[in-house]
């Protein structure tokens, strides 16, 4: 009884860390596909080209 106690808890607590962990990585990974975004489109973009076809063609190049 005592050992399946000890489980649900440690199954408890590993569910807390990795949802802790999802949502921090899903901040960071926002704020830089933002930061990507908005970095392609003052410098690297041509005249009339959206930013998802200027990240195309670099990929390409």
């Not at 802790?20 to 392609?40: C, L």
């Amino acid at each position: 009884m005592a050992k399946s106690k000890l489980v649900k808890a440690n199954e408890k607590i590993a569910e807390t860390v990795v949802g802790g962990y999802k949502k921090i990585e899903n901040a960071v990974v926002g704020t830089y596909t933002k930061i990507e975004d908005k970095f392609v489109d003052a410098y690297l973009t041509k005249d009339g080209e959206t930013v998802e076809e200027a990240k195309k063609r670099l990929k390409n190049q």
